[in-house]
């Protein structure tokens, strides 16, 4: 697509329940990330897949959140059991493969503003 | 791990005047230095980037300066107008193994441009 596309753009869901973001990357970006971002705060990383390699998690904020993407393309990013402090902005962005020397800029999502209530 | 800096958290300038954004970075394997630039309630959105070979890069009013030695990087915006005001983020890449490529962001700093 000609954009980083996510879906839903709003979720508000109760306490406990289990949610599913969907991001649909760039055609041709092999990169995908997720990032956090809280009301007036920074970008916070959850995790990163590149291509066929196994994804960096290292950002996850506990087991509650996991993601995975499939063929390559789209990525699901699941909270179970959610909580109010998981209350958030979820952005996805994309990006051309990482190439030794030349790093490549990211496209982001519009985001899923999620509301746990 | 890789940690970036960004100074300030807020900046307030009056229209025309120059604002200048600073950050810092650990990792000396970073190769990549990105700037976002994100509007209230928008995405953010890239609007200049610099990599490690190179010093300086300027786009109009907008530029960016690199100091590998001091591991330091900067935004610097001319002639501001107000719809500069955003929140911009700095980046850097992170450079080992599997995860090079992922970009570590400072936290924002917050450009008030007074008519």
């Known amino acids: 697509g000609a954009g980083v596309s996510q879906s839903p753009s709003n979720k508000v869901t109760e306490k406990g329940k289990d949610v599913e973001l969907r991001c649909d990357p760039i055609s041709g970006h092999t990169a995908l990330y997720w990032y956090r971002q809280s009301l007036g705060q920074g970008l916070e990383f959850l995790i990163y897949?590149?291509?066929?390699?196994?994804?960096?998690k290292s950002g996850l904020p506990s087991d509650r959140f996991s993601a995975e993407r499939t063929g390559g393309s789209v990525s699901t990013l699941t909270i179970q059991r959610t909580q109010q402090e998981d209350s958030a902005v979820y952005l996805c962005?994309?990006?051309?493969?990482?190439?030794?020397?030349?790093?490549?800029?990211?496209?982001f999502g519009s985001g899923t503003r999620l509301t746990v209530v | 791990g890789e940690n970036v800096e960004q100074h300030p958290s807020t900046l307030s300038v009056q229209e025309g005047d120059s604002a200048v954004i600073k950050c810092t970075y650990s990792?000396?394997?970073?190769?990549?230095f990105p700037w976002y630039k994100q509007e209230l309630g928008k995405r953010p959105q890239l609007i200049i980037d610099i990599r490690s070979n190179v010093g300086e890069k300027k786009d109009q009013r907008i530029a960016v300066t690199l100091n590998k030695t001091a591991k330091h990087f900067s935004l610097h915006i001319t002639e501001t107008q107000p719809e500069d005001s955003a929140v911009y983020f700095c980046a850097a890449s992170w450079g080992y193994g599997g995860s090079q490529g992922n970009l570590i962001f400072g936290k924002g700093t917050k450009l008030s441009v007074k008519p």
């Open positions: 897949f590149q291509g066929n390699s196994a994804p960096d």
């Open positions: 962005a994309s990006s051309l493969p990482w190439t030794g020397e030349v790093g490549y800029g990211y496209t």
């Open positions: 990792d000396s394997a970073s190769n990549y």
